[in-house]
């Protein structure tokens, strides 16, 4: 285990939050030495997740340290990044969170060559720390409900040197175990065989892909996917409003672009209980056509969807490898279940709604696919491919109203159907 050695506590400290999350928002860094350009984070009382952006691979290494009564010090997981430099403004800004969870995120120079980032929590939790590239940031998950088991990270997994594996300091008699532990289960049943008594209505968080900068895919007429998706989540959202049963949120209203792993926060830090990704699939071969919905897997059962994922997480998919350690850990059987579940009946009937408009449209089916924006949700999610549109057929179709409006109704009745079916008990807060 690596200590936090003593001369850490009189370094120079910074912290930075704000209610709905809090950025550094820097300029970009100079292009020499990798460096911290950014510090992000969402939290409330039971989730946190923090983004260190590094831009350029750097080398990681993740540790926790019980909290310290006798110095004051609170539970610490603590992330040092070695040859990386950081702004003096991200140093220079403290800010306390103390939300329950997360009581403040701080960042100092370690030692001449590392970096050190500090989430001073607010009690003892379970967290996962992973990195994610293109471009390259450092994801902490903190969950204050003990979802998350407390395991040392590999950051192997992301071809990225350095370890956690404990390994205690002789020169440090302050030497403690490894921390952090698992928090006590929450109460609530976390299978989906009990009957649920909510105490809201069902949150949905939609979620259409890409936005401002990104684009998406283009249709061979220059449909944009991120225009397409927009519409129709905007048709899910009033459609499951119009019945009154759903809390209903986008991550995005606007052509605006949101980087992946903060969409998955925000329907984490939201609390939904049902998160839908929303994509339109693309592919070098024209006459590919067809409707398809996807959970969280560790890898793709087939090339396209190997290559569907790594253009829909914007690398290579030599990368794609990375994520496997990830979902092994942090993707429960029974959410899993649950999101397959949902991503069936997504498909089903939204393939049965464009068909009454437009006889003929194929299903693809149920699928499996690493997708990054479905990494570290805690809830059902699934992500819709709702057709080509590198098809030209697919793509005048996806510029009819009545076509969006077909795989709106699609998704409203799944979602209805699994909000009304008594499958929600795990996510009953
Ligand atoms: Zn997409």
């Known amino acids: ?79 040092d990044i070695r040859g990386a430099g950081i702004r003096d403004e991200i140093l220079r800004k403290p800010v306390e969170v103390r939300n329950g969870l997360l009581r403040q995120v701080r960042a100092g120079r370690f030692d001449r060559d590392t970096v050190r980032v500090v989430i001073d929590l607010e009690r003892e939790s379970t967290y996962r720390v992973f990195a994610l590239p293109g471009p390259f940031r450092i994801i902490v998950d903190i969950d204050g409900e003990g979802e998350i088991p ?102 995005r209203d606007d052509d605006v672009f949101i980087p992946l792993e903060e969409r998955t926060a925000m329907a984490n830090k939201g609390r939904a209980d049902i998160f839908v990704s929303l994509h339109i699939n693309a592919s070098p071969n024209r006459r590919a056509e067809g409707f398809s919905t996807y959970v969280l897997s560790r890898g793709a059962s087939n090339r396209e969807d190997l290559e569907l994922a790594a253009r829909e997480n914007g690398v290579p998919v030599r990368k794609l490898q990375g994520v496997k350690f990830i979902i092994d850990d942090m993707f429960t059987g029974a959410r899993k279940n649950e999101s397959l579940r949902l991503a069936k009946t997504v498909n089903d009937a939204v393939v049965r709604h464009v068909s009454t408009r437009y006889p003929g449209a194929q299903s693809l089916g149920l699928k499996q696919a690493p997708f990054y924006v479905l990494v570290g949700a805690r809830m059902t999610a699934v992500l819709v491919e709702a057709s080509f549109i590198s098809n030209a057929r697919e793509e005048s179709r996806l510029r009819d109203p009545s076509c969006l409006d077909g795989i709106a109704d699609g998704v409203v009745e799944a979602v209805r159907y699994y909000g009304q079916n008594g499958i929600l008990a795990h996510s009953d807060y």
């Open 1 to 79: 285990m690596t200590l936090l050695r003593r001369h850490l506590c009189a370094a120079t400290l910074a912290a930075f939050l704000c209610a709905a999350g809090f950025s550094f928002a820097a300029p970009p860094v100079a292009a020499a030495a990798p460096g911290i350009s950014d510090i992000r984070a969402w939290t409330n009382e039971i989730y946190t997740r923090v983004a260190i952006d590094t831009g350029d691979e750097v080398s990681w290494q993740a540790n926790t340290l019980r909290a310290d009564p006798l110095l004051g010090l609170p539970p610490r997981i603590f992330i």
């Open 150 to 251: 407390a395991l040392p990270t590999t950051p192997d997994a992301v071809d990225t040197p350095g370890s956690v594996a404990a390994a205690p300091s002789s020169e440090d008699p302050a030497a403690l175990p490894p921390a952090v532990a698992p928090s006590v289960p929450p109460s609530a049943p976390s299978g989906g065989s009990a009957v649920p008594v909510r105490k809201h209505r069902v949150r949905v968080m939609i979620d259409p892909g890409h936005g401002g900068k990104d684009p998406g895919a283009v249709g061979p007429t220059g449909l944009r996917e991120k225009d397409v998706v927009l519409a129709i989540g905007r048709r899910i959202r009033e459609k499951l409003e119009r019945s009154g049963e759903f809390d209903v949120r986008m991550t």
